[in-house]
Each structure stands twice: as C-alpha cells, then as structure tokens.
C-alpha cells in the first residue's frame, strides 16, 4: 500500500511539473560579454542598468512579454514589466535615454552581449557558454 501512495504522489509531482512554464524552474543570470573586464555584480547595482539610471553598461531585453522578461524585472527591481516599460518610455520620451533592444530568444540575447563588450543582458543559466560571463545568478 505504501509503495503505492508513493508511486501516486510521485506520479502527481511529475503531471504538474510539465504542466508548469519551463522558467518555474529555469535559473536566470545577468551576463556581460566575455571580453568585459566585470566579474560579479548585485542586483540593486543591475537595476541601475535596466531603469535607465547608469550608461555604464547598455542594457539588452528578452521580448516584451516573456516569462523570463517578468520574472526578471520583479527579482532585480521589484517592478513589474509594465512599471520597467513606463520608466523607459519616459527617459526616450524626454530624450534622456534610448530603451534596451529586444530580443525574441537567449541566444538573440547571449549573441548581443557577446559581440558588444559594454552590453548586458541576461538569460536562461542552461544558455551560457564561453562568450558570455555570469555576473549574477537571480535567485
């Protein structure tokens, strides 16, 4: 009977995980180009770049609706995207700043950031390779 309930339960703990998004359980990074001399950074400090607040880096974006786009902008600036999309409409508006370029996949972003030594982007942990360094691992 035991074996049983535990096979059930496993069985069930299977059937919702594939029925969850994928980036439930993907890990998202910030990365820099390779050639970048950045080896690490914090979140508020990654911030910075994707409000428009500092053009020491360039930021590059995720498509305007993604899942990893939102969970992003709530881990590392605690707004949603709509709140990150108002800010840059206003700095572009005001001729302040230029919005981050979109991109449709990882490897969109990952090619971006690593053909441009002062972008940074981030993207699924799975995606990255050696022409792109992690800097931050969201939680």
């Known amino acids: 009977m035991k074996k049983i309930t535990i096979t059930l339960v496993i069985a069930a ?18 990365i820099v180009s390779a050639k970048n001399p950045a080896t690490r950074m914090f979140s508020e400090q ?5 409000l428009g607040k500092s ?5 590059v974006d995720q498509a305007d609706g993604s899942a990893i786009r939102n969970e992003f902008y709530k881990k590392v600036t ?19 700043a230029q ?12 090619k971006a950031v690593a053909d441009d030594p002062k972008a ?3 993207i699924d942990k799975s995606a990255v390779d050696d022409t792109v ?7």
């Open 55 to 59: 053009t020491m880096f360039t930021p």
């Open 120 to 122: 940074i982007g981030y």
């Open 13 to 30: 703990l299977a059937a919702t995980a594939s029925i969850l998004p994928s980036s439930a359980f993907a890990e998202t990074v910030v």
């Open 46 to 50: 990654a911030a910075q770049f994707f």
């Open 78 to 96: 605690d707004k949603d995207a709509a709140q990150v999309k108002a800010i840059w409409s206003k700095l572009v508006f005001t001729g302040k």
């Open 133 to 139: 360094k992690v800097i931050l691992t969201l939680q």
């Open 99 to 110: 919005a981050p370029k979109e991109f449709k996949s990882n490897a969109e972003v990952k």
